[in-house]
């Protein structure tokens, strides 16, 4: 079952955030962009809504390439986020984001994930064929 990807998300939180996810192999990518300081996602935790149908088998969680401590309650993931670095930085950007749940078994069909990072919130359409 392979999925092709998604498309842009509905704005939920401030102007300009947006997500998209595409799924593949087991695999569930999110891409997040939104203002962050210094090109860093800021403190965490980032909370990740799967859709209700959606089984988590032995997932991994990789923020940036880094796997990151998850922690699954029910349909939603909490996941830890690196620390700021400890340099004060004044450059408000936008940035991205990438967080990709491995061990993820997802039936086919028009789903959305949602997505949260304090007053950021995110919503993506995926299409799994």
Do not use: N
Not at 31 to 60: D, I, K, W
Not at 102 to 127: D, E, K, M, Q, S
């Amino acid at each position: 079952m392979l999925a092709l990807a998604a498309a842009a998300a509905l704005a939920l939180g401030a102007p300009g955030d947006t997500a998209t996810a595409a799924y593949a192999h087991g695999a569930l990518a999110l891409t997040l962009r939104y203002e962050m300081t210094c090109g860093e996602p800021g403190p965490g935790p980032l909370a990740v809504r799967l859709p209700q149908r959606f089984r988590l088998v032995s997932s991994h969680a990789y923020v940036d390439g880094t796997e990151r401590l998850q922690i699954a309650s029910g349909s939603t993931l909490t996941i830890d986020l690196p620390k700021p670095p400890g340099i004060t930085c004044m450059s408000i950007t936008e940035g991205t984001l990438k967080l990709r749940l491995t061990g993820v078994r997802a039936p086919a069909g028009t789903w959305t994930v949602r997505a949260r990072i304090r007053t950021h919130a995110f919503a993506a359409r995926l299409r799994i064929r």
